[in-house]
């Protein structure tokens, strides 16, 4: 079994965690720039951390056997401090970078109108860079709060299916599917959402434009939750194939938009990631022959 986890904040994990991953079949992963659990002060505490994500911790991923890229943005509840705003006029130097490959985390908080202007000009970002979006729902009134992103995103421009709407439920999921984005779970312990109710979503609404991640972080998180959702999805009748299509082909589709998917095996791995190589499941026949994937735009 292959697993691409394409929302895990790796720089609060441990080594650990990284063996684990491997272990359990993660051969890839994305990290999106998020809240550190305090203020940022200054533009430069963002610069350092952007330059770990693309740096230190890519480095860190690949001694355990596992391909790093990250999404870099201005988190939404970072967005409301206006010590932050200059960091908008950095990010398009880290937006041409290798392993780059979407723009975020980026959305809403508390729905203020410091984050519709922040959401906004990160979608303009995006779009004249060609990548993907990353877009961050609201843990508070989650509804209203993803009714008013798909809003922002219409206004965008930005084709939706260059868009992942995260931190989905049962409450939002229909108006996502409707809208032609492509839709994000993640699978925590206590909160978000468990593997047997995201298995209950794949069955009102099938497989196509799903993406599942465990989001893990410095909180109460576990990064094998992404092996947990394919046993569910096996014990609920899914068959395998499918369960590649939503734990390896939908994020390598969705994020290879960027361009800059790096999959080949690690070196020093190849004999232990065969699956990433799997000819059992093949990646969507666009990419086949490109382990860098180049220019798919939706």
């Not at 533009?43 to 350092?48: E, I, N, Q």
């Not at 330059?51 to 596992?66: K, M, N, S, V």
């Not at 201005?74 to 880290?94: F, G, I, M, S, T």
């Not at 993406?211 to 992404?226: E, F, M, V």
Request: with cysteine; net charge negative.
């Amino acid at each position: 079994m292959r697993i691409f986890d394409p929302h895990i904040h790796m720089s609060s994990r441990t080594t650990t965690d990284y063996r684990a991953m491997y272990d359990a079949g993660v051969r890839a992963l994305v990290e999106p720039s998020f809240w550190l659990g305090q203020p940022r002060t200054n533009v430069g505490s963002y610069t350092d951390y952007f330059d770990a994500l693309i740096g230190w911790e890519r480095f860190r991923a690949a001694q355990y056997g596992i391909r790093h890229h990250a999404t870099i943005g201005l988190n939404p509840k970072e967005a409301n401090d206006p010590r932050c705003r200059e960091v908008l006029d950095v990010l398009p130097r880290y937006l041409a970078k290798d392993g780059v490959v979407a723009v975020g985390e980026t959305g809403y908080d508390s729905m203020t109108p410091e984050e519709d202007d922040v959401f906004a000009r990160h979608l303009e970002l995006a779009v004249k860079h060609g990548l993907p979006a990353l877009v961050h729902t609201p843990h508070r009134d989650k509804a209203a709060g993803t009714r008013r992103t798909l809003d922002v995103v219409r206004e965008s421009g930005i084709a939706p299916g260059m868009v992942v709407v995260d931190h989905l439920n049962e409450t939002t999921v229909a108006d996502v599917a409707d809208s032609g984005c492509w839709m994000g779970f993640s699978i925590y312990p206590d909160t978000k959402m468990d593997e047997q109710r995201f298995v209950a979503i794949l069955r009102e609404y099938g497989t196509e434009r799903m993406l599942a991640n465990s989001a893990a972080d410095w909180g109460h998180s576990d990064p094998l939750k992404t092996l947990a959702t394919a046993h569910a999805m096996l014990d609920a009748g899914f068959t395998a194939d499918d369960v590649d299509l939503v734990l390896w082909r939908n994020p390598v589709a969705f994020y290879g938009q960027s361009g800059r998917l790096n999959l080949d095996p690690v070196p020093g791995f190849e004999g232990a990631g065969d699956a990433a190589a799997d000819a059992s499941a093949p990646v969507p026949s666009t990419f086949e022959g490109n382990s860098v994937l180049r220019g798919v735009r939706a």
